[in-house]
């Protein structure tokens, strides 16, 4: 079984101011060819072996939720965990780099990764929603998700959508289910204009979103599948607040060095990306 490694550029992954501040308005900036194509190749094949069950580091990821139906998305959390090919794509400096510019951290950490597999024929909907949401054990929303296309991203292939703006509109209820058939929006404030910004990109191109930034995908009406391995980062700065129930919540305990409440995230459950060489 071989392993790839991604050998990281500062300079290309350096953004332009107007990059940052265009962040802040519209809550995503998208990172073309981050991935080049024989580094998707070298994914792809590795997040198989991890859907098939073969796990090169001789541990699973932290959670699995297979398909039950064929129409079913397969979501593997922590397959960094699992797989080096996968652990050295996800905690990517050429990832912490750009997510530390973006919201403007000293330092990022790995909150958790996921695998993405979205059918083709019908795969389903997953409902609108904001990632922090289901993150309040970090007690501050400095988070970002990088979302790495595995596949182009196509109209019909259920790309993902952002709504604009909306990370500046404070925090949503959480929806029902995250996947399903209903495409259903939050009912936005009078007056706030929605502006959809489908992500329709080749693969090896990232796209990065704010924490508060609401958005879903529609079902994959191609004949292809729709795969994507997501970063969910954090600031190095953010701090531990228990309550809302999460794997890492358990899975941090696994260990004696995690954070006490209101202390910074630390220990194994939580890798640095960026900077490489900090602590
Ligand atoms: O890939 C999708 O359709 C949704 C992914 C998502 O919600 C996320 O990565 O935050």
New binding site residues.
């Given amino acids: 079984m071989s392993t790839t490694t991604f050998p990281f550029d500062l300079a290309s992954t350096t953004l332009p101011r107007e990059a940052i501040a265009l962040f802040g308005e519209r809550g995503y900036h998208i990172q073309p060819s981050v991935y080049s194509a024989a580094e998707i190749d070298a994914i792809n094949a590795a997040a198989d072996r991890v859907i098939g069950g073969l796990y090169d580091k001789g541990q699973p990821p932290d959670c699995r939720m297979d398909r039950q139906e064929p129409v079913d998305?397969i979501k593997i959390d922590n397959t960094w965990k699992a797989d080096t090919t996968m652990a050295n794509a996800v905690l990517s400096p050429r990832l912490g780099y750009i997510a530390a510019q973006l919201i403007q951290a000293p330092g990022i950490l790995m909150w958790h990764d996921?695998l993405?597999d979205?059918p083709p024929h019908g795969g389903r909907v997953?409902t609108y929603?904001q990632?922090w949401a289901y993150w309040q054990m970090i007690a501050e929303c400095r988070t970002v998700?990088c979302?790495i296309a595995l596949d182009d991203v196509l109209p019909d292939s259920?790309?993902?959508v952002f709504l604009e703006g909306t990370q500046r509109l404070g925090i949503w209820t959480l929806p029902m289910g995250?996947t399903g058939d209903d495409a259903q929006k939050p009912a936005l404030p009078a007056g706030f204009k929605i502006r959809e910004a489908p992500v329709i990109i080749p693969k090896g191109s990232v796209s990065f979103?704010h924490g508060l930034l609401l958005?879903?995908?529609d079902r994959n009406f191609s004949s292809s599948r729709?795969r994507?391995l997501?970063s969910?980062v954090m600031s190095a700065e953010c701090t531990y607040r228990p309550g809302q129930e999460h794997m890492n919540d358990w899975k941090m305990k696994e260990t004696p060095d995690h954070p006490a409440p209101g202390e910074k995230f630390c220990g194994p459950q939580f890798p640095r990306i960026w900077p490489v060489s900090a602590a």
């Fill in positions: 998305l996921q993405l979205k997953v929603h990632d998700t979302w259920g790309p993902m995250i979103h958005h879903g995908s729709r994507a997501v969910h």
